[in-house]
């Protein structure tokens, strides 16, 4: 696969020399990496369809040198290309053979957790996993969750208004980032938001979310944290056919139920999954829908009677299902647990139907999805939950 990209302009890369020079002045040590052997490590980001080797890469680590890295390139007619974690397969930071490649990765330190107004201050290069890392001990975390979030940094995570499986009920990036502070292609610094309620006026936040560097560079960032919810129960649920899942979810949020998060799979990526992570998904299903209800114990309580023997759910008796460990039905590419699990904080798991071997339980599934096809086209239904979890 080819990527047609603009020519390069030999001009600049004619002065290369004079160009590094330049920027070694404003980054020093070994903040300017300039041979093909290191920049090899930045040729592609996650869109690895499309390699090029950019002119220089430069490292900076304070917002002083990101300003004069920027003005110098503005003066020169230089194109800046900046570049978090890597994780983007957007081509979000793909790098240009005539451009500066701007890596973020040495801002990688949180300079403020404010417990008493739910905020956290961090610089672009921490990691999404790393906030909630940071704020577990007290029972916080950091709502948006992309899949990536154990490498993908937190400005990449701004830059392309990242979302995640939680998304559904907590509102991607934009809806969680509160201000911060940017510099403009020019070099100019600006501090937008902050800490305080939301100003009058324009939404510029919400036009730099999502603008993927276009706009500037940034260099600081403060977001929202939550509180853990104090239950959080996972039900796993299999379909004779694709179009039967997505109208459970219709009805789900039709019903004015928000889960935490709901993720659906087709039967080649359960099988996928399954033969990646061996989470244990059923391999005789069409879909696989997982139903993530959030919040205080007697309001997941409430919503799992509306939903698991509602018409929603309407189906053949549930099959039984060993209990397993919270990675083996929430750490898989198809969903995870409602907040990041911590050393200090572990969930504990039971399961709502009793043990059963593990070959019983495939014979039960398969039984779950001959009784689910047999059903009338006309009303789809689908199968009561082969697994259903609790995560206190």
């Known amino acids: ?42 040729e592609s980001d ?48 793909l790098p240009l053979e005539d451009g500066v490649l701007l890596g973020l990765g040495k801002f990688k330190r949180i300079r403020e957790i404010d417990f008493d107004n739910r905020v956290v201050v961090t610089e672009p290069g921490v990691t999404n996993l790393a906030i909630s890392q940071a704020v577990a001990h007290a029972g916080f975390y950091y709502a948006p969750d992309p899949s990536s979030q154990i490498a993908c940094s937190i400005g990449g995570n701004v830059a392309e208004n990242s979302g995640g499986v939680h ?51 940034i260099t600081e960032i403060t977001v929202r944290i939550l509180q853990k919810p104090e ?35 087709d039967k080649p990526a359960i099988h996928a999954a399954e033969a990646f992570v061996h989470a244990g998904y059923p391999l005789d299903v069409e879909a696989l829908l997982i139903i993530e209800l959030d919040g205080p114990k007697i309001e997941v309580d409430e919503l799992i009677t509306r939903v698991e023997p509602s018409p929603m759910l309407a189906a ?25 699990p911590s050393a200090a904080s572990r969930p504990t798991i039971s399961a709502w139907t009793a043990p059963s071997p593990a070959a019983r339980c495939r014979r039960r599934w398969r039984a779950s999805a001959s009784s689910v096809k047999s059903t009338s086209s006309a009303a789809p239904t689908c199968s009561t939950p082969a697994t259903a979890i609790c995560i206190r």
């Open 1 to 42: 696969m080819a990527i047609m990209m603009p020519a390069s302009d030999q001009a600049v890369l004619a002065r290369r020399a004079e160009i590094v020079a330049a920027l070694r002045a404003i980054v020093p040590g070994e903040g300017v990496i300039d041979t093909p052997a290191e920049m090899r490590a930045y």
């Open 46 to 93: 996650g869109l690895t369809a499309y390699r090029q080797p950019p002119m220089v890469v430069v490292l900076p680590d304070t917002t002083e040198q990101v300003s004069l890295v920027l003005k110098y390139c503005a003066g020169q007619g230089i194109k800046v290309v900046p570049r978090g974690s890597g994780t983007s397969l957007s081509g979000g930071a």
């Open 167 to 217: 998304c559904l009920k907590y509102g991607m990036t934009t809806n969680n980032v509160l201000g911060c502070e940017i510099v403009l292609m020019s070099g100019e610094i600006l501090r937008i938001g902050g800490k305080g309620c939301e100003n009058s006026g324009y939404d510029l936040m919400g036009v730099i979310t999502g603008s993927e560097g276009l706009l500037g560079v």
């Open 231 to 265: 239950t959080a129960r996972a039900l796993m649920v299999g379909f004779a056919q694709v179009e039967a899942a997505g109208e459970c979810v219709a009805r789900i949020i039709g019903a004015g139920i928000i889960p935490g998060g709901m993720e659906m799979m």
């Open 316 to 340: 053949p008796p549930p099959a039984r299902s060993r209990p397993r460990r919270p990675s083996a039905i929430c750490s898989g590419p198809a969903a995870r647990p409602p907040f990041p």
